[in-house]
């Protein structure tokens, strides 16, 4: 069993969806990261979290450090938040999900 | 703007060859780490360093060696490469193992034929 799992593998949306990406993960963290790779390849980190919630635009990132939980939303869906999102957690060295393909419809 | 260049986006080798892929960072990171990236598996560790001439195996170290003589620089070799090695090679270079400024490289993307 991965250490970090995110649900769902591939998500698709309708410009102006509200977007909930999930990741549960098993072991003791330091923080949990929330990336975004773009088609190409680069890797940008959105967030970093070790409690609460943190927002920036129209991205939420919450996590609850005894359910083992984080939710990344986008309000507001654009086509321009297609994209895979990626979690990862820090516990000594990093661990990542394998990745959300998220495709946002015009 | 802070960064990690990657020498190359796509290279293609032939089986056997020796391939260096080379990362710079010019954030006066302490520590520098090579992933690969496949389809349905995510990132995985392949080497990181901590320091200057300083380097530790990840989870998947085999076929791979690196090399770090300089502190913004950090390249990974493959000594014979294999198809089973294509995939995209990722670079990134934190302020702490903590994660701290975790910085990606934008990719190599390594077609082994």
């Known amino acids: 069993k991965n250490e970090v799992e995110q649900s769902p593998q591939n998500l698709t949306a309708q410009e102006g969806e509200f977007i909930t990406i999930n990741c549960s993960y098993s072991?003791?963290?330091?923080?949990l990261h929330w990336l975004q790779q773009h088609p190409g390849g680069g890797i940008v980190s959105l967030f970093m979290l070790s409690s609460g919630k943190k927002k920036h635009g129209r991205l939420i990132a919450t996590i609850n450090i005894q359910e083992k939980h984080s939710s990344l939303h986008i309000t507001a869906s654009h086509p321009r938040d297609s994209a895979v999102y990626i979690c990862a957690v820090n516990n000594n060295d990093m661990r990542f999900g394998a990745g959300t393909r998220l495709t946002v419809k015009p | 703007d802070v960064k990690v260049t990657q020498s190359s986006r796509y290279l293609v080798k032939r089986t056997g060859e020796k391939v260096f892929l080379e990362c710079v960072q010019d954030?006066?990171?302490?520590?520098m780490f090579w992933y690969r990236q496949d389809p349905g598996l995510g990132l995985r560790l392949i080497y990181f360093?901590?320091?200057?001439?300083?380097?530790e195996k990840g989870d998947i170290p085999e076929g791979y060696s690196v090399s770090r003589e300089k502190k913004e620089r950090f390249s990974l070799i493959l000594e014979s490469a294999s198809t089973n090695q294509t995939s995209m090679y990722l670079c990134?270079?934190?302020?702490?193992?903590?994660?701290?400024?975790?910085?990606f490289g934008s990719g190599t993307r390594l077609t082994v034929v």
């Open positions: 990134a270079s934190s302020l702490s193992v903590g994660g701290h400024g975790y910085t």
């Open positions: 360093s901590y320091d200057v001439k300083m380097k």
């Open positions: 072991v003791g963290i330091s923080a």
């Open positions: 954030m006066d990171h302490e520590n």
